[in-house]
């Protein structure tokens, strides 16, 4: 295939640019520092006007959540975050939503994580995309409706805009496969460590095809839905900011034997399940086989 003429790149870049200005992105590498007051970033203050209001958020949430990510990315496109939880979920007391927020991403607002009792921790891992030097956040709500935040700066830059890991033909070809198992055998009465493995592209929309010189339309994993014995444990609403292959590590509290099930929809609205038989506790799990 040839490669296209300049005019053609040339609109290309710009049709990238374009869609980055649309979704309200001017790229502030120059400007981040780990030495900026995290409270004046203007994405993160316009969010916080616009969901929060003038709901106080506790800045030194150290007591109820947790943020983990490395100060130098190897890899932009794939950097490891851990949002963990300070205490365990009960009925009077529990973490109902952690919003993720990468100030300097195209998309800002990489999503939300809602938890139950019935999940026995609020922790979740996964890994995202960074596309300039940023402050990261993980702001929890409790069930008494008070917000605590935890604030890390990740430098990493042109994780969004990275080529792919396939081509298009070969990522179709696995889009929806899925892994769904259990880590290990949790002492009785703990949360239960669980992880998600999804075959998808993720595509962000602003990567060039290295092959086609073309860039190919954001497409996604939009919601995730995980259940054990039928009641809620993870619900996940996120954006194209989660990696290629999403992958999430996450905890459910088993009470007897059950069915973890995982429903995963994308943004073309395709969808996705899994589902593993869970031992009661003290027994080992079976390996989970994948599934379209």
Same mark, same amino acid.
């Given at each position: 295939?040839?490669?296209?003429?300049?005019?053609?790149?040339? +609109?290309?870049?710009?049709?990238?640019?374009? @869609?980055?200005?649309?979704?309200?992105?001017?790229?502030?590498?120059?400007? @981040?520092?780990?030495?900026?007051?995290?409270?004046?970033?203007?994405? +993160?203050?316009?969010? =916080?006007?616009?969901?929060?209001?003038?709901?106080?958020?506790? /800045?030194?949430?150290?007591?109820?959540?947790?943020?983990?990510?490395?100060? =130098? /990315?190897?890899?932009?496109?794939?950097?490891?975050?851990?949002? *963990?939880?300070?205490? #365990?979920?009960?009925?009077?007391?529990?973490?109902?939503? *952690?919003?993720?927020?990468?100030?300097?991403?195209?998309?800002?607002?990489?999503? +939300? %994580?809602? %938890?139950?009792?019935?999940?026995?921790?609020?922790?979740?891992?996964?890994?995202?995309?960074?596309?300039?030097?940023?402050?990261?956040?993980?702001?929890?709500?409790?069930?008494?409706?008070?917000?605590?935040?935890?604030?890390?700066?990740?430098?990493?830059?042109?994780?969004?805009?990275?080529?792919?890991?396939?081509?298009?033909?070969?990522?179709?070809?696995?889009?929806?496969?899925?892994?769904?198992?259990?880590?290990?055998?949790?002492? /009785?009465?703990?949360?239960?460590?669980?992880?998600?493995?999804?075959?998808?592209?993720?595509?962000?929309?602003? /990567?060039?095809?290295?092959?086609?010189?073309?860039?190919? @339309?954001?497409?996604?994993? =939009?919601?995730?839905?995980?259940?054990?014995?039928?009641?809620?444990?993870?619900?996940?609403?996120?954006?194209?900011?989660?990696?290629?292959?999403?992958?999430?590590?996450?905890?459910?509290?088993?009470?007897?034997?059950?069915?973890?099930?995982?429903?995963?929809?994308?943004?073309?609205?395709?969808?996705?399940?899994?589902?593993?038989?869970? #031992?009661?506790?003290?027994?080992?799990?079976?390996?989970?086989?994948?599934?379209?």
């Amino acid at each position: 295939m040839q490669a296209m003429k300049p005019h053609a790149v040339t +609109w290309a870049a710009g049709f990238a640019l374009v @869609s980055m200005l649309t979704m309200g992105h001017v790229t502030q590498a120059a400007q @981040s520092s780990p030495d900026d007051d995290p409270n004046k970033v203007a994405s +993160w203050l316009d969010f =916080r006007a616009g969901t929060f209001q003038d709901r106080p958020i506790d /800045a030194h949430g150290d007591a109820v959540i947790k943020l983990d990510a490395p100060k =130098r /990315a190897a890899d932009a496109a794939i950097v490891p975050i851990s949002i *963990i939880a300070q205490f #365990p979920q009960t009925p009077t007391r529990y973490i109902r939503k *952690i919003y993720l927020f990468i100030d300097q991403n195209p998309e800002p607002y990489a999503g +939300w %994580f809602e %938890f139950t009792p019935e999940s026995g921790r609020a922790s979740i891992e996964t890994r995202v995309r960074v596309e300039d030097y940023t402050f990261m956040r993980a702001i929890a709500e409790t069930n008494d409706g008070r917000l605590y935040s935890a604030v890390r700066f990740v430098k990493a830059s042109g994780g969004c805009s990275a080529p792919a890991g396939k081509d298009d033909e070969a990522a179709a070809a696995n889009v929806g496969k899925m892994r769904l198992r259990t880590e290990g055998a949790a002492p /009785a009465g703990q949360p239960q460590l669980a992880q998600l493995m999804i075959s998808h592209p993720n595509r962000t929309g602003m /990567a060039m095809n290295q092959i086609t010189r073309m860039y190919a @339309s954001a497409y996604y994993v =939009r919601k995730i839905d995980v259940t054990y014995a039928g009641k809620p444990v993870m619900t996940a609403n996120v954006n194209f900011s989660i990696s290629e292959n999403p992958n999430f590590r996450f905890y459910f509290m088993p009470r007897g034997s059950g069915e973890l099930k995982a429903a995963v929809q994308d943004t073309q609205k395709h969808v996705f399940e899994s589902a593993i038989s869970v #031992p009661a506790q003290g027994v080992a799990a079976q390996p989970a086989p994948a599934h379209m």
